[in-house]
């Protein structure tokens, strides 16, 4: 039997990570190193989809929801190659911007894959050990 994870453990979690990537956008991001500053927000992005996923689907096996947040992650990159008037207008809205994107960038696939794989090994620990 796959067991569930903590709700109130992965709501702390996916409150840390979303403070931790909005503080990645802001001036504090002047304080880390450049290859940080750059790619932080991208990579925890992923990560809070992982969480959130693993949030709502408790028993899912963390392989899968890394699989669904990985196909959520890379279709909203790959949707920014959709430059429409309408979408654009949406996209401009700070919000909507920190979900949606802006532009699409082929480094973006290597910060959610990055991103994902920390959600796994974070699992990793807590996997289910038991023989079924």
């Known amino acids: 039997m796959q067991s569930s994870r903590n709700r109130w453990v992965y ?3 996916i409150a840390v990570v979303i403070l ?3 503080a990645s956008r802001s001036s504090l991001a002047a304080c880390l190193p450049a290859f940080l500053a750059s790619y ?3 990579t925890l992005w992923a990560l809070t989809v992982f969480l959130c996923l693993g ?3 408790r028993t899912l096996r963390p392989w899968l929801v890394a699989l ?6 890379f279709s909203v990159e790959v949707s920014q190659l959709y430059q429409a008037d309408w979408i654009n207008a949406i996209r401009s809205y700070r919000l909507a911007a920190l979900l949606l994107g802006e532009g699409f960038k082929w480094s ?3 910060c959610y894959t990055t991103g ?3 959600g796994l090994a974070g699992e990793w620990p807590f ?3 038991r023989e079924k």
Request: a negative charge; charged letters at 20%; aromatic letters at 8%.
């Open 11 to 13: 709501a702390a979690l």
């Open 20 to 22: 931790a990537g909005l």
């Open 40 to 42: 932080a927000g991208d």
């Open 55 to 57: 949030f709502v689907f």
């Open 68 to 73: 669904a947040a990985i196909i959520i992650a």
């Open 108 to 110: 973006d696939m290597a």
């Open 116 to 118: 994902l794989a920390m």
């Open 127 to 129: 996997r289910d050990r």
